[in-house]
């Protein structure tokens, strides 16, 4: 068997392991080392291999920012923030038809903005949204779809731990990626939100409202924000400034979103305590899918399959586009049975030579932030896409009385939303590349 195939009999492999639950960092690892060791024919350089692939992945000072931006998104539900944002949003929205939901996809927006995780800003507002949207008498199927929806957001508004990831393993900036996905995270808020106002005309008793606030109270609401209007203006204004690193910045919005939490009496010993511990579990996690992901593409270096693979694609002679968009559907496919860290580490070393090895009429950096921004979406829809969208599972576990397949089936004029958004985006990439050019 030749390198190449056997390169691509990892791919099945790979995905059974993952079939019979064996952790998907594992099953990475064990794919690499098993790979490697039949290319070298023994055991010394793969021992070797494995030295030096867990010294010069771990000691990237970038990952450095992962744990601190989990950590700011646990201080932020401790200080009570996710409620905070909610209820601003509700004061605004909640009299209309369909607004508690649009109040709590844009309350995700916010919380997404001083968090980075999609798993915890779903798990966090369900929280705080999901019994609002029942004391207003929303349908169970489009609370916990609008949640799960809105949960998305957490990688799509800056920080994102996952572009963090895609800018290390491309060599891109993060501050520009941050900056890149501004407009589309705002489009796919948008988006949500008119999913549910026509979700509203047409299901009017699915959906319910609450009483009009009067204008004093709404902005007193509004007011109890102003925490996360600070750190987020702090942290993303000091990145993009050049002010501080992504890492300095992440530091410092920890520390803001700690302070804020102790105010507000929900940081004492033993939430901290609590909220380190839930760090560094989370933490650990992704950094043995990082360690597995790069023992297995090392293997997949030294069988030439992305080399190969990108002269292939260049030798057909199709569009540009046309291979865009398969990369695009692949991508959606594998959400259906993936999460979207293991799926950037292990698809991008294939993709990302195949992309910057056609002609966008792009210059290369703006390529590669366009190309990152359209996997980040895509890899968003995987968290809602059925049967095993990760956010549906984390929602609906906080609503054991609403039905997985009516959860499944709201969800679905919400993954819509996000297809229209990708097709405008590819056609359009000065949608996403224009902030990057003031």
């Not at 369909?98 to 001083?114: D, E, N, P, S």
């Not at 369900?126 to 008498?137: I, N, S, Y």
């Not at 650990?284 to 593409?297: E, F, Q, R, S």
């Not at 993954?415 to 949608?431: E, G």
Request: with cysteine.
């Amino acid at each position: 068997m030749s390198n190449l195939e056997l390169a691509l009999w990892s791919f099945p492999i790979l995905l059974l392991l993952i079939f019979v639950r064996v952790p998907i960092g594992l099953s990475m690892l064990v794919c690499g080392l098993g790979g490697a060791w039949m290319i070298y024919g023994n055991a010394a350089p793969i021992l070797n291999q494995l030295k030096q692939v867990t010294y010069t992945t771990f000691s990237n000072y970038n990952l450095s920012v992962i744990p601190l931006f989990l950590l700011m998104g646990q201080f932020a539900a401790l200080g009570g923030l996710s409620q905070a944002l909610f209820k601003a949003a509700e004061a605004w929205m909640g009299h209309r038809k369909g607004g508690v939901a649009m109040a709590a996809v844009g309350a995700c927006a916010g919380f997404g903005a001083i968090c980075g995780s999609s798993l915890a800003t779903a798990a966090t507002m369900g929280q705080v949204a999901l019994p609002e949207l029942k004391r207003a008498g929303y349908a169970g199927g489009i609370s916990t779809a609008c949640l799960a929806a809105g949960g998305t957001l957490g990688i799509l508004i800056p920080p994102s731990v996952v572009l963090v990831i895609y800018a290390i393993l491309t060599e891109q900036n993060i501050a520009k990626l941050f900056l890149a996905a501004f407009v589309p995270g705002i489009l796919a808020a948008v988006g949500y939100m008119i999913v549910i106002s026509i979700y509203a005309r047409l299901n009017p008793k699915e959906v319910g409202s609450m009483p009009p606030m009067p204008m004093k109270e709404r902005w007193a609401a509004t007011m109890r924000t102003w925490p996360v209007i600070v750190i987020f203006l702090v942290v993303v204004g000091g990145i993009y400034s050049g002010v501080f690193t992504p890492t300095e910045g992440a530091a410092i919005g920890a520390f803001g979103t700690g302070i804020a939490a102790w105010a507000g009496g929900g940081l004492n010993r033993k939430t901290l305590l609590g909220a380190v511990v839930g760090t560094a579990i989370a933490s650990g996690m992704i950094y043995m899918i990082v360690l597995g992901a790069g023992l297995y593409n090392t293997f997949l270096a030294l069988s030439q399959l992305p080399q190969e693979a990108a002269t292939i694609v260049a030798g057909w002679g199709l569009s540009p586009v046309l291979v865009l968009v398969a990369i695009l559907v692949l991508y959606i496919i594998l959400g259906c049975f993936m999460d979207s860290l293991s799926m950037i580490l292990l698809t991008i070393p294939v993709f990302f030579p195949i992309i910057m090895g056609l002609d966008f009429g792009l210059p290369p950096e703006e390529l590669a932030i366009w190309f990152g921004i359209l996997v980040l979406i895509v890899v968003e829809v995987g968290l809602i896409t059925p049967p095993v969208g990760m956010n549906l599972f984390v929602i609906n576990s906080m609503a054991k009385d609403v039905p997985i397949t009516h959860t499944y089936r709201a969800v679905m004029p919400f993954v819509a939303s996000d297809m229209i958004r990708t097709a405008i985006l590819v056609m359009f990439p000065s949608i996403t590349l224009f902030v990057l050019r003031f």
